[in-house]
């Protein structure tokens, strides 16, 4: 049924990029591409600057054990565990597993999980803080329709609410309550043993982080909103490149409300079509040309494809250096990482 409803997705998404493509001409479209030129290349490399500063993010969230990892090395497990991402049906869900995986091949898997879920948790709340923040500060400066604003507050209170659930399940040792519960009453207990030790492992490491490290999960996030930064620059740069006019406020919301879109999004593998569409939708909102919004969807695309396959050498880099045991380069040795990690004390 899940596979099912993942090909339906993609098929409707294909589609309705294909839809818009023809709309508004692909002649027209390669003109804009023209104008570009080499400095597409910047706004993916942009991209990469930003994976930096969400693996600094990532480093506050993990075990201390996991810490001794240098930089380039959980910059590689996380490029693996974002490219799994978008490549497979999982979601968002895949990827922390194999970031788990590989990360527990360095040490313990229960700490490896317990850095993964925090680090997850940071990178939505710094998200969705940023965009309710910028939303606050910035949109209603720029004029969106009624029914934008209402779609907005609606599904950010929704997601908020989720995300904040998870904190406190997290922050409470909570996530294997039900497993607990049904090893209590004997219900499957022979099959869940195991896997309640794990959890009761995991939701005590959990505890330990945010009551040890209170600092830790705001520094985490502070990192992230610095990648989400970059984001910001890719879109003031574009609509530089495109030779288009736009006050900073708009460069902003669009960052904010095509993040906003992603987010909600999140069902549609890769966002196929609703990437493209929504940046479509946005630049017309703000007075920019449909055919620049969808340029800049297609380039957010070339960015995400560029780094996919960056991402799948890093898992073969990644598993090759782990079976031969060269993978592990600790921060004792690589101090200029350790300069870069501590930048967020």
């Avoid at 810490?67 to 978008?86: D, E, H, V």
């Avoid at 991402?311 to 101090?335: A, C, N, P």
């Amino acid at each position: 049924m899940q596979k099912y409803v993942h090909n339906t997705l993609i098929v409707a998404g294909f589609g309705l990029l294909a839809f818009m493509v023809w709309k508004l001409g692909p002649r027209q479209l390669y003109g804009e591409f023209a104008k570009m030129g080499w400095g597409l290349a910047v706004i993916v490399l942009l991209e990469g600057v930003a994976d930096v500063f969400h693996t600094v993010a990532w480093w506050h969230c993990l075990d201390r054990s996991h810490q001794k990892l240098s930089l380039p090395a959980l910059y590689l497990i996380r490029m693996a565990g974002t490219a799994i991402n978008y490549v497979t049906p999982t979601g968002t869900l895949g990827g922390e597993v194999v970031k788990g995986v590989l990360l527990g091949t360095e040490g313990s898997k229960t700490r490896a999980a317990s850095g993964v879920i925090i680090g997850k948790l940071s990178y939505v709340l710094a998200q969705l803080l940023f965009i309710a923040t910028g939303s606050i500060l910035i949109l209603w400066r720029v004029g969106l329709p009624v029914k934008l604003w209402v779609s907005l507050i609606i599904s950010s209170v929704i997601l908020g609410c989720g995300i904040i659930g998870f904190l406190l399940v997290q922050k409470y040792g909570k996530l294997g309550a039900i497993l607990r519960w049904l090893s209590k009453w004997n219900v499957g207990k022979k099959q869940l043993d195991r896997f309640t030790k794990a959890m009761n492992e995991v939701d005590d490491l959990l505890r330990e982080y945010y009551i040890k490290r209170p600092f830790d999960l705001p520094k985490s996030m502070f990192w992230h909103i610095m990648g989400f930064i970059c984001g910001i620059v890719q879109v003031w740069y574009f609509i530089y490149l495109v030779g288009a006019s736009a006050p900073l406020r708009s460069v902003a919301a669009i960052w904010f409300l095509g993040s906003w879109f992603d987010l909600v999004s999140f069902p549609v593998p890769a966002g196929i079509g609703v990437q493209e569409g929504s940046r479509l939708l946005i630049f017309d909102a703000l007075g920019l040309t449909k055919l620049q919004g969808l340029t800049f969807g297609l380039s957010l695309r070339i960015e995400q494809v560029f780094w996919a396959l960056v991402g799948m050498i890093s898992y073969s880099v990644v598993t090759w250096g782990q079976k031969r045991g060269k993978f592990v380069v600790h921060l004792d040795k690589t101090e200029i990482d350790r300069g870069i990690l501590n930048a967020g004390d």
